[in-house]
């Protein structure tokens, strides 16, 4: 058995947390603390927002992570039956991109290989990187199930994928059809709408001259102007070539010859008609459009219209395809720079203008996206997005913070459009849809139910091919909160009965769109027949702003100024990486990421062990017999930490972590240990009272239990070195918080405000803290300081204080509150000092005086603010000029 003179030796002189964290993560583990089932406890579920198995957490992922695994922790030591679902999604194009990228590495190709050869070196990607995701989720402390572990291409789940595409497809939701849709040239795959990210840039507007002809062929020249063809402008030279027409407005007086007219397009001289719809803005531009159905959405509705040809210049790629006719196989920003070339020097280009104009990107691979036709599976949105709208307008589903992000899930909603859900691509999972050599296609769970609906349908036997697409990754995850418990394939079952729905969804602002809003979708489409509470995935969403670095740009790899989440945790501890993320991301809002942040962590740390390291000095001095003479001092510690605890209680009700960190952080390093364990400790050599003693072991272990969900590992460890233990912190129970003494918290205010005036005033007289001083207080209330005096006296070094209306004059005079302070010392009194500060506080008062007052006079503010309020601008006015009066009467006093 260790003695106590061994165990402080023991002791590291700083708070080392690796040991720790692997000691703890592994003990919690074999506890099966996080492991739940369903029982007769309140069920708290969270699902994590199954990060892309492509690769290693961001911070993003790691403020994510901290927010979910603090809300499940609090949960947990507050009588619920906690259960947070870990997993990670299959992201079809940026793991299909990684996964191509691997296999160049070792020199094959992805077209050299057949779909299950491929597929076999995607898993063995995902088993690689997906460990990687987890053990970063464990070494940052979460607190998962780990037998609840699920992935987007599970075979339970892809088969309630399956189930789901069906069944939509049954309902008429699910269509396949040839649309304009956003093409990816990088990963040759179709995007939805919201995978296009916008930017506005400064590009180029190019006035080219097209040559006119008549029926017979013959030069078409201006009647009025004698101008040869007609001049268009455009963004993309690179289209001509897939023009099928150029338009102008019917009502156009300067086009109104042109009618039967052709235009020939530049350096291919194909004859292309001249068209007119109102469509055309004659005074944007020339007034005369070029259209290029293929390559354009506004372009392809003129020529479904017009029934015009369309052509396609390009490939999958992004190069230019043989109907281009010039430049071949070229990229197609390559080509752009050479057609301009061309045009110009063949004087097509009458002129160039700088262009304020939007240009689309993937926001899978970064590049600019090309409107494409495309034949591709959608979902009709429209039905399915009017229920998710009511249930949040209805209050059903809480967005936090609402003021910020309910405007954005609204219009969005409002204005949503089908979503094309098939990508082409091979990692992902696979549309259930089988067509014969005709081209007929039947929609089954699997081949064998396939077969059987064909034969069905058509009568005979066929050879049957699936669809080569694979399903957008989202389609899959807005799932997520039912299928983590087999609700799609399990309907009904006990976990999905129990868990579902969801207590809070913590994701970023950024996936509203792709995820949020078609989860809700999902979940009241799959629930109908149960009361919309039942039916929802979640009750509250919380927000977390965007990461970004100390210049405000979002951290990402790309810019390579996001850093390694396990080199932070090896540099400066989990406790401290997670303390520092949250201390600077308030609600919603974005947080700038600085590594200083994580060094004031490490730092409260070392604070949190030092006070343990004090604390355990003490347990040798206890004395039994001793009264608590500092009674005070606990009698305040435990009002204040009451009042926190209720504040706390209300800022997690508001999600408003970030508060209620640093209202632990405050009580912690300031209140406790700069103040109580000040008052508390025994003098040198000394003995402490048991009581007092004891009550501050109890202080500290509330204090750890409320610090324990931001950091586990530390507030775990000290709970233990404290003193024996039975239970581990992280599901010892909080006890229901009891009202705060508000007399002792005034007191204690009071006491705080005197000895850090007292210090400073000593400070500036150049009076030693050896030094013995006699303090005089003038006060019309002299009972207040009954209960601190004793403390106040130790803390300054005045062995005598003399509390009366009416005071003796010190050498040193200062103002707190109210009263007026004296100091009694052998040193000669710096009253020019003196008089200097009391100025200062004079001017401070005067300025809060008059802005008190101007609020006040404000009749608007009177009538509206609530009396309460209005009560509390008065005494803080009353307060306020019963300072300046004792300061003038002190500065008086000194001239006298």
Request: hydrophobic letters at 40%; proline letters at 4%; aromatic letters at 10%.
């Amino acid at each position: 058995m260790l003695t106590f003179a061994s165990f402080m030796e023991e002791l590291s002189k700083n708070y080392e947390p690796a040991a720790v964290e692997e000691k703890w993560n592994r003990h919690w583990k074999e506890k099966q603390y996080f492991k739940s089932v369903p029982d007769s406890r309140r069920p708290f579920t969270v699902v994590i927002p199954p990060p892309n198995v492509t690769g290693v957490l961001h911070m993003g992922h790691t403020l994510n992570e901290t927010v979910q695994d603090i809300l499940v922790r609090k949960a947990r030591m507050s009588g619920f039956n906690a259960c947070w679902v870990p997993g990670s999604d299959h992201a079809s194009i940026a793991t299909e991109a990684k996964v191509v990228g691997m296999l160049k590495e070792r020199g094959i190709d992805k077209n050299s290989l057949s779909r299950p050869e491929f597929l076999k070196y995607a898993y063995e990607w995902k088993e690689k990187y997906g460990g990687i995701i987890y053990s970063q989720i464990e070494k940052l402390g979460c607190s998962v199930d780990w037998d609840r572990v699920t992935f987007t291409m599970d075979d339970e789940y892809y088969k309630a994928v399956m189930k789901v595409f069906v069944d939509l497809h049954g309902k008429g939701l699910i269509y396949r059809g040839a649309r304009m849709i956003n093409w990816d040239p990088a990963a040759q795959t179709a995007l939805s709408d919201e995978e296009v990210e916008y930017k506005d840039l400064q590009g180029k507007l190019y006035y080219i001259r097209y040559s006119l002809t008549d029926e017979a062929g013959k030069e078409i020249i201006h009647p009025l102007t004698g101008e040869k063809g007609i001049v268009i402008a455009t963004q993309r030279p690179e289209t001509i070539m897939g023009d099928t027409a150029v338009c102008v407005n019917p009502n156009d007086e300067r086009y109104a010859h042109l009618k039967n007219a052709k235009a020939v397009v530049p350096l291919i001289n194909r004859s292309i008609p001249i068209i007119f719809d109102a469509y055309v803005d004659p005074a944007f531009g020339t007034g005369a459009l070029k259209v290029t159905p293929a390559h354009d959405i506004n372009d392809y509705n003129i020529g479904l219209k017009h029934n015009l040809e369309v052509v396609d210049t390009l490939n999958a790629d992004g190069t230019l395809s043989e109907a281009a006719q010039i430049y071949v196989g070229e990229d197609r920003f390559a080509a752009r720079k050479k057609i301009i070339a061309g045009l110009s020097g063949k004087g097509f280009i009458v002129k160039e203008e700088e262009y304020a104009t939007r240009l689309g990107y993937s926001q899978r691979t970064g590049v600019v996206v090309e409107p494409r036709i495309s034949t591709q599976w959608f979902l009709k949105m429209k039905p399915l997005a009017e229920p998710a709208l009511q249930a949040v307008i209805d209050g059903g589903i809480t967005i936090h913070p609402g003021d910020k992000f309910l405007a954005t899930y609204k219009y969005w909603l409002e204005n949503v459009k089908d979503w094309c859900i098939s990508r082409q691509l091979w990692w992902g999972q696979q549309i259930p849809a089988w067509y014969d050599e005709k081209g007929n296609v039947v929609v089954a769970e699997n081949e064998t139910a396939a077969k059987k609906l064909y034969v069905a349908q058509y009568g005979e036997d066929n050879v049957l091919t699936q669809d080569e697409d694979v399903l957008d990754t989202w389609f899959s995850s807005w799932l997520w909160p039912m299928e983590v418990f087999k609700g799609i394939s399990d309907p009904g079952n006990k976990d999905i009965a129990y868990y579902y729905p969801t207590s809070v969804l913590v994701t970023g602002q950024d996936i509203i769109f792709f995820w949020v809003a078609r989860m809700i979708m999902a979940g009241l489409e799959y629930n109908k027949e149960k009361p919309l509470e039942k039916a929802i995935p979640f009750k509250d969403v919380y927000f977390t702003g965007m990461v970004r670095d100390k210049q405000g740009r979002k951290m990402s790899k790309q810019l390579g100024n996001s850093p390694e989440l396990l080199k932070l945790i090896d540099d400066y501890g989990a406790d401290a990486v997670r303390f520092g993320i949250m201390i600077s991301s308030p609600a919603g809002n974005d947080l700038l990421f600085d590594n200083a942040s994580l060094e004031q962590g490490k730092f409260f740390n070392n604070k949190l062990w030092n006070a343990l390291k004090l604390v355990k000095m003490w347990e040798q001095r206890v004395d039994d017999s001793l009264p608590a003479n500092d009674h005070f001092a606990t009698q305040w510690f435990e009002s204040r930490l009451n009042e926190v605890k209720a504040e706390v209680e209300k800022l997690f009700s508001e999600f408003r972590l970030s508060e209620a960190l640093k209202t632990i952080y405050s009580l912690v390093w300031d209140d406790f240990c700069s103040w109580y364990l000040e008052w508390v400790k025994p003098g040198f050599e000394q003995s402490i009272a048991a009581d007092v003693y004891n009550k501050t072991v109890v202080y500290f272990t509330e204090l750890l239990q409320l610090l324990h969900p931001y950091m586990p590992f530390i507030s775990e460890e000290i709970y233990h070195l404290l003193e024996e233990r039975k239970e581990d912190l992280c599901v010892k129970q909080f006890t229901p918080v009891a009202s705060a003494n508000n007399i002792r918290l005034s007191e204690g205010e009071l006491l705080k405000q005197s000895i850090t005036a007292l210090r400073d005033a000593r400070v500036k007289s150049r009076i030693k803290s050896k030094d013995e001083i006699t303090l005089h207080i003038e006060t019309t209330d002299p009972g207040k300081y009954d209960p601190i005096r004793a403390i106040l006296g130790r803390q300054v070094n005045a062995p005598t204080i003399h509390i009366a209306d009416t005071a003796e004059k010190g050498n040193i005079s200062l103002v707190i509150g109210k009263d007026k302070f004296y100091v009694h010392s052998a040193l000669p009194a710096d009253h020019a000092m003196q008089k200097e500060q009391l100025e200062k506080d004079l001017v401070y008062q005067n300025g809060f005086l008059a802005s008190i007052a101007k609020k006040l006079s404000n009749e608007r503010f009177v009538q509206n603010a609530k009396p309460e309020v209005v009560e509390l601008e008065r005494k803080k006015m009353a307060d306020a000029e019963a300072k300046i009066k004792a300061i003038a009467e002190s500065l008086a006093q000194l001239e006298g």
